[in-house]
């Protein structure tokens, strides 16, 4: 077997005492766990230590593997200089992996590299392990940071760092460094959001029963909202785990300073080919892409059937039969949006009715939502299961002269200047406040922070 086990650890700085200067105490339980698993690794004596982080150099669609044959680093930037290492990379490790990755068209390697220096996510679990006596001048280093890629992604990645490892015959050890919530405490450095804790104990029971499958599925608003840090290098260490018996055990967890530390040791104990978190992952989708078509109401229906067959034709649909008397009769401007994985995927629509009526609008907007959208590319066949859409029917525009008129849950808000015009709509996940809609809205438009804008108003009738 040649991964020997893996851990989750977080990063917090304040955990060294060079940087704590005693405030570290006040983590001790974690402090303790962590020089646990050092000796712990230290004992196995692997040939590598894979060490995934958030801070390393991060892309939203390439997993970044540091290039090179060393790297050095220090906690100079917490106010910290003396603690400082230099590591030895397994180059011959990194570049196995980024073959494998591109035979298998993951998009991952060694270009790219913004700063070589080691970043504290890497730094903080090495300076536990060198405290605990591994000798570093033996045993290399492999540093990946993460990616904006899907759950599935970061998992097949996982599976191929494993992969590369036994085709060279490297014993590996697999350091997942990541913190949990960022949002535990209202006095703590990112506030309090309730779904911090809810984040935080689902996160901790799915790692400390090996229960991937529910790691890898998380509800991403509960993640989003929780300010996660460390979610993606967890999935990235399942994927190495995948088709092997583990047993986890949980040695400590404290939030103390509003952020979530967890640490949880794996130890491999052979294969287990039913923990195929690959293939349960897919069915899991294929009957979620099921139960979502089956509870669209007529308005999404209309969308998927005009996006899919574009698509697929690329040619527009015709109208289907049977449509609801408020699709045919009513005229309004409508907008569709389009999400995969929880990410926004294209957003198209008109503010003022354009067609004859509701449905050949919603039919020419899904068109546009999936391939005019410049923020990105457009949508493909393989992507079809995997999109979930709305429709916003909007109401007629109320002109407004002041903020005070406004609710970032009710309406949605228009900004004009010119022949400059944004529009954003009404309860968008991460716009809580009028000012960021309003910010956003003269983003969208081109509209400079400082520039005025008339403003309005108006409602919509949201179906999912």
């Known amino acids: 077997m040649n991964i020997l086990g893996a851990a989750v650890v977080p990063h917090p700085p304040i955990i060294l005492p060079e940087v704590g200067h005693g405030e570290e105490q006040k983590i001790s339980a974690t402090t303790q766990a962590y020089e646990e698993i050092s000796r712990r690794v230290v004992e196995l ?6 060490v995934t982080s958030p801070h390393s150099i991060m892309y939203s669609d390439y997993f970044h593997i540091s290039p090179g044959e060393q790297a050095t680093g220090n906690m ?20 196995k992996l980024s073959s494998l990755a591109a035979a298998e068209k993951i998009p991952a390697g060694t270009l790219g590299e913004r700063d070589a220096s080691l970043d504290h996510g890497t730094m903080i679990p090495l300076r536990f392990l060198q405290l605990a ?14 990616s904006g890629l899907n759950a599935a992604t970061h998992y097949k990645f996982g599976q191929l760092i494993a992969q590369a490892a036994e085709n060279l015959g490297r014993k590996i050890f697999f350091m997942a460094s990541g913190d949990l919530s960022h949002k535990l405490k209202a006095d703590g450095p990112y506030g309090l959001a309730p779904e911090g804790a809810i984040f935080d104990s ?21 993640c989003s909202r929780a300010a996660e840090c460390g979610l993606r290098s967890f999935w990235i260490m399942a994927g190495a785990l995948d088709k092997k018996s583990v047993t986890a055990e949980k040695l400590s967890y404290e939030g103390t300073f509003g952020v979530g530390y967890g640490i949880v040791w794996f130890n491999v104990n ?46 527009p649909a015709e109208l289907p039969e049977n449509l609801s008397a408020e699709l045919l009769n009513r005229r309004a401007g409508a907008f569709v949006s389009l999400h ?18 509701l449905a050949e609008e919603i039919l020419q907007n899904a068109i546009s939502a999936c391939s005019r959208d410049p923020r990105f ?5 393989d992507e079809l299961d995997d999109i979930e859409y709305s429709v916003d029917v909007l109401g007629e525009p109320e002109r407004i002269f002041s903020v005070k008129d406004l609710d970032v849950k009710r309406y949605g808000v228009i900004v004009e200047n010119g022949n400059r015009r944004g529009l954003l709509l009404p309860d968008l996940e991460g716009v809580d406040t009028v000012e960021e809609q309003i910010a956003i809205a003269k983003r969208k438009a081109n509209i400079r922070a400082d520039e005025k804008v008339s403003l309005w108003r108006f409602e919509v009738i949201r179906h999912h």
């Open 340 to 357: 995969k994985d929880g990410n926004l995927r294209g957003c198209i629509g008109t503010i003022l009715a354009t067609q004859d009526n």
């Open 377 to 381: 590319e457009p949508v493909t066949v």
């Open 202 to 222: 689902q996160v901790m029971n799915n790692l400390s029963s090996g229960n991937f499958l529910r790691l890898l599925t998380m509800d991403e608003k509960i």
């Open 270 to 315: 052979g294969a287990d080919e039913a923990r195929n978190f690959d293939m349960q992952l897919a069915d899991f989708k294929r009957r979620e892409s099921l139960r979502r078509k089956a509870s669209e109401d007529d308005f999404v229906k209309l969308a998927r059937h005009s996006l899919e067959t574009f698509v697929k034709t690329h040619k």
């Open 76 to 95: 100079r930037r917490f106010s910290a200089p003396t603690v400082s290492l230099q590591v030895n990379y397994d180059a011959q490790l990194a570049q």
């Open 133 to 146: 006596g591994l000798d570093f001048n033996r045993v290399k280093f492999v540093r990946i940071g993460l």
């Open 45 to 50: 004596n692997p040939d590598t230590i894979i």
